[in-house]
């Protein structure tokens, strides 16, 4: 109730009787007339349009509560009319001090009258000409009390109503007074207060409110700080009214001091950011940078966010991943580079088609404009998007056949050609980094998607694949992974590792079964099983273990030395004993074959040995490259270690160990067994 009556100090303000605008608002207070006479413009039509509704069709009762509401209002004017002019006669008579103060400084008018009478009132009378003159000094009746500015503030309706976050409102009010405070103080070295300037300035101009104008600058400082300075209000209007009230030179202190004001403001809060519509490192929202970090990262000019503010936003998945939008964008606005350099230096364009993307690039474009070009700047987009998603495994592949024939039809042949060169080149310059990044992004934002987590292993370098596929022990979906590996992976160490995960869970299949005797030696069976069975917790050390048992482990035999001692003597008795039973008997001369081995060469005479070439090669040459032995078991139809697992069962028999090995790219013949195995190849007939 407060702002809708007139107050008491606004009456000689706007030149207003309050009697008069009691005895309208009594009589032709239904139409609204008195309101228009305090220059209340929105009331006086609303009540008049309500009163013509009333008789309109028949509200009588609107009628009959608008003559209740103005008979009231009438009273309260006449109430302040009588106080009003009570006051203004009680100044009037005291040392005629001026009408034009201020009234809401009532009270320091008061003090300096009391200060007058008690001197007129005085026990003893001098004559005149005995009073010597003197200079009243500036400053000897100070304020005893500060201006309240906030209650001066008159909001429109519109102000009222926005729906500003309290930091906003709380940040311009407060800087919004300490200009006021600043005005003041500086207009009082002149001898005049912003209050007098201001009814001055209301007066002259007709009801112009100065210290709305303030309020405006000090909400335009405070914006600004809170969007970093990307969106707010200019103040330049502002401060051109502010220039032509007070003058350039006042204009330039108020905007120092509010600059300076604008270095102690607090930082923003989330509701802040999301009343100015901002990202929450500050940016502008925007459809194709939801949470500012493209823009945080890379510059754009003015022609580039001209061009993304026309173009249609897509909402597709992929658009929630930072890293596949930010390469959408970058390419996309590639292609518009292109296009732009093109429409000054390529011919073959059609005129209204130039024309319009000019005017795209500039700003000066209509949202209908798109529309009418059957999607031309969208079907852009659509590509640069399509082509990102090829790049990414797992993620759909988009039809794009009716956007390219939009785009060529559009055109000229060169201008097409050239941004295929520039997709071309775009593709080649994302690598295996990009394609991880991608990846891990959309699997940080779709967690249920676990094939995307397997494009995400299986794109990972060797050894970071199997760290990978360990992270994700824990996932609901651990075992699906695994199988969906096994199908897709030619990385040995990560199928074994996916084959013992799905082992100790639910058990291999045949095929997974040929598939693990494939991969490890046939004679650590026994150890890979006592691994399944034991409560080992996955890790790379687990997986390290595994990885060994594609080779022969070899068994260390601890002897007991008190039994060793003890036979070999019982030995030495029993041949003392056979020696004295038959007699001495000369020893054969030994040609270089003991006699163990030539029982043992004789149980392999005649054998067809398969791999004796091989091995020979091996022996001749020392090793041979992992790469040549992989040849030869693609030869034979089976994978490598399958191949050397072969050879070492035909060996077996003869050596009881597995003699071939593989380190690192070699091949070759371990060299506790290297004699064997050439006695074996070069003496088999």
């Not at 069975?533 to 035999?557: A, D, G, H, M, Q």
């Not at 035909?650 to 064997?676: C, H, P, R, S, W």
């Amino acid at each position: 109730m407060k702002k809708y009556f007139i107050r008491m100090n606004e009456f000689s303000g706007i030149r207003k009787n309050p009697f008069v605008a009691a005895i309208l608002s009594i009589f032709l207070g239904l139409f609204g007339v008195h309101r228009f006479y305090l220059k209340r413009k929105i009331s006086g039509t609303v009540f008049a349009a309500l009163s013509i509704i009333s008789f309109g069709f028949g509200k009588g009762e609107i009628a009959a509560f608008l003559v209740m509401i103005s008979f009231i209002e009438g009273l309260i004017y006449f109430l302040k009319g009588i106080i009003f002019f009570a006051k203004k006669l009680v100044f009037e008579s005291r040392n005629e001090i001026s009408t034009e103060e201020n009234i809401d400084n009532t009270l320091t008018y008061e003090k300096g009258a009391k200060k007058m009478e008690s001197v007129s009132e005085s026990n003893y009378i001098r004559d005149i000409t005995d009073i010597k003159t003197f200079a009243i000094p500036e400053n000897s009746i100070e304020m005893d009390y500060k201006i309240n500015w906030i209650d001066k503030l008159e909001l429109p309706y519109f102000e009222k109503r926005s729906a500003e976050t309290e930091q906003v409102t709380n940040e311009a009010l407060k800087l919004y007074e300490e200009l006021c405070e600043y005005i003041d103080a500086e207009l009082r070295k002149n001898k005049k207060s912003f209050i007098k300037v201001t009814k001055r300035i209301y007066e002259k101009i007709g009801g112009y409110d100065v210290y709305y104008l303030i309020y405006c600058i000090a909400k335009c400082h405070v914006t600004k700080v809170y969007s970093a300075g990307r969106k707010y209000t200019n103040s330049e209007r502002y401060y051109n009214l502010l220039d032509a009230c007070l003058g350039k030179s006042l204009r330039d202190e108020v905007y120092k001091k509010a600059s300076e004001a604008e270095k102690y403001m607090h930082t923003p809060t989330m509701e802040t950011n999301i009343y100015l519509n901002l990202t929450d490192n500050g940016f502008p929202f925007a459809w194709w940078d939801m949470d500012g970090k493209i823009r945080e990262t890379r510059k754009f000019s003015e022609n580039e966010i001209n061009i993304l503010r026309y173009t249609e936003p897509r909402s597709t998945k992929v658009w929630i991943s930072y890293e596949i939008r930010s390469r959408i964008i970058l390419l996309y606005l590639e292609i518009w580079d292109v296009i732009r350099e093109s429409l000054d230096k390529s011919t073959g364009w059609k005129k209204r088609n130039k024309n319009n993307l000019k005017k795209i690039i500039e700003g000066q474009y209509n949202y209908y404009l798109d529309y009418e070009h059957n999607g031309f700047v969208s079907s852009l987009l659509k590509v640069s998007e399509n082509t990102v998603r090829k790049m990414v495994p797992n993620i759909q592949i988009l039809s794009t056949e009716k956007e390219e024939e939009v785009i060529a039809g559009y055109m000229p042949k060169s201008v097409v050609e050239h941004i295929e060169g520039v997709i071309e080149s775009f593709k080649a310059r994302i690598n295996n980094d990009d394609v991880m990044h991608m990846l891990k992004s959309m699997v940080e934002h779709e967690p249920a998607n676990w094939k995307l987590k397997v494009s995400e292993i299986m794109t990972a370098e060797e050894g970071k694949n199997t760290e990978l596929l360990i992270s994700y022990s824990n996932d609901e979906n651990f075992i699906k992974i695994a199988k969906e590996i096994i199908k897709k992976s030619e990385d040995e160490k990560l199928i074994l590792l996916c084959l013992y995960i799905i082992d100790k869970e639910t058990g291999l299949s045949r095929n997974n079964v040929k598939m693990l005797e494939d991969i490890i030696h046939p004679g650590n069976i026994l150890l890979y099983r006592n691994m399944v069975e034991s409560e080992t917790e996955l890790s790379v050390n687990l997986l390290e273990e595994l990885f060994r048992l594609r080779f022969p482990v070899r068994k260390k035999i601890e002897l007991d030395m008190n039994k060793v001692r003890e036979s070999k003597r019982q030995l030495e008795e029993t041949v003392e004993i056979v020696k004295e039973y038959i007699g001495s008997v000369e020893e054969p001369e030994n040609e270089g074959i003991d006699a163990t081995k030539e029982v043992a060469l004789e149980n392999i005479e005649g054998i067809d040995f398969e791999y004796r070439d091989f091995l020979k090669k091996i022996i001749e040459e020392g090793f041979i490259s992992a790469e040549e032995c992989k040849k030869t078991a693609m030869d034979k139809g089976v994978l490598m270690n399958a191949f050397i697992s072969d050879v070492n069962k035909e060996l077996f028999d003869y050596i009881n160990d597995q003699a071939v090995i593989a380190e690192g790219d070699k091949v070759k013949i371990d060299d506790f067994y290297t004699d064997m195995v050439k006695e074996l190849i070069f003496n088999e007939k």
